[in-house]
């Protein structure tokens, strides 16, 4: 049978048409996978035959067209949208212009609803509403702003989309800023914040010095250990908190105003309890939800934490999400870590030890030198020590 009338561009079983190779090859493209399909496959691949009729019925099944086996508008449709994978070519509006259609929309348009940037129809059309999605979401990655969704901004959310969940997209801007410059250390700001735990002293003694230690001093001394092998390392560090009388909004103003890549607060607990003991950490979170408003502190936190766990024997009491002042206003990824509690006779004892702060400042450094590494940079928790992070800090 010849093609069918003009009027009607459908192709069905038996017809012979140049269009049933081109037919053949946009079957291929949109994935169908079939034996004597290829046009290189077979004596005449102008001919519609039971191996195209088999293809076109598994391409409708897939997308969920009547499975009738006829190539007919609707399936050609789906056909030309099938055509183009996100990131085979640019995505662009103008108005007045024809509008894109295609799968790589539909994904593109998924990927930001995904993110919290797009809201509508998934329908695979890169129109106007699409097209001020994008450039939302390139103004929050840093991007240059012009709506066109290109390698750039593709890229960029494949390095996000992995590890960010729709509440979080404001963060993507800092998310992208993790991994466009290299793993170094060097030139990274960093806040360090003292807690504000109490200064009177408590019951454990210094081993080193003999002097009492309290809250804030514990603190205090694990955090500027922390700070002496960050600055050794070539990061840019601000310490806040040297004294324990600061105001928590003048610590959050500091933190903000530091524009610092991460942000580690160092605490140290104590409570009238004395069974209660171990390590924890925190980070931007509706703890009644359990929604992770901090992408980057939930991961800063968790690295920490499995960290100081790997080199210590000290209780596992977990991350967190809060809603406290200094972590969700400071306007950079932030967390604070409660590393142990003096009220505890096992916590002092340990932490009475100068050698065993320095363990966990050497963890807490080898976290966040974790944190700034691509994936296939990373290492096994527990396995890095600090002289290999000077192999991601070359020059010193």
Not at 98 to 111: F, H, N, S, W
Not at 372 to 386: K, N, S, V
Request: charged fraction near 25%; hydrophobic fraction near 40%; aromatic fraction near 6%.
């Amino acid at each position: 049978m010849m093609e069918s009338d003009a009027a009607d561009r459908s192709l069905r079983r038996s017809d012979n048409s140049p269009r049933v190779v081109a037919l053949r090859e946009r079957l291929l493209r949109a994935g169908v996978s079939m034996a004597h399909l290829a046009p290189d496959q077979v004596n005449d691949a102008a001919i519609f035959d039971d191996h195209v009729d088999a293809a076109v019925r598994t391409f409708q099944q897939a997308r969920g067209l009547m499975v009738d086996g006829v190539a007919g508008p609707e399936t050609l449709r789906a056909l030309s949208e099938a055509q183009f994978n996100l990131g085979d070519r640019q995505l662009a509006w103008f108005p007045g212009a024809d509008v894109i259609r295609g799968d790589d929309v539909a994904e593109l348009q998924r990927q930001l609803s995904y993110l919290g940037f797009y809201y509508g129809h998934i329908d695979g059309e890169f129109g106007e509403r699409c097209y001020f999605a994008v450039r939302e979401l390139q103004m929050n990655l840093g991007l240059e702003v012009t709506g066109v969704c290109d390698a750039p901004l593709i890229g960029a959310m494949a390095r996000v989309s992995r590890t960010i969940s729709p509440s979080q997209a404001f963060s993507l801007r800092d998310y992208e800023h993790l991994h466009q410059s290299s793993a170094a250390l060097k030139g990274r700001v960093v806040c360090l914040g003292v807690g504000q735990g109490s200064a009177t002293a408590e019951h454990a003694i210094d081993r080193a010095s003999g002097r009492a230690l309290s809250q804030w001093s514990v603190a205090s001394d694990i955090t500027h250990r922390i700070e002496s092998i960050l600055s050794a390392l070539g990061a840019d560090v601000t310490v806040i908190g040297d004294t324990a009388e600061m105001p928590h909004a003048e610590r959050t103003r500091r933190i903000k105003e530091s524009n610092a890549s991460l942000s580690v607060t160092i605490n140290c607990d104590w409570l009238d309890q004395p069974a209660a003991n171990g390590i924890s950490a925190f980070y931007w979170g509706r703890p009644e939800t359990g929604e992770i408003r901090s992408p980057i502190g939930h991961r800063a936190a968790e690295l920490v934490l499995k960290e100081v766990l790997a080199r210590t024997s000290m209780t596992d009491l977990g991350i967190h999400g809060r809603s406290w002042d200094i972590l969700r206003m400071t306007s950079v990824p932030s967390i604070e870590l409660d590393l142990g509690y003096l009220s505890s006779p096992v916590d002092s004892e340990r932490l009475a030890d100068p050698v065993f702060r320095q363990v966990l400042a050497d963890a807490v450094v080898i976290a966040i030198q974790r944190l700034y590494l691509l994936e296939d940079e990373d290492e096994p928790t527990g396995t890095l020590a600090l002289d290999d992070v000077l192999r991601f800090n070359p020059g010193l």
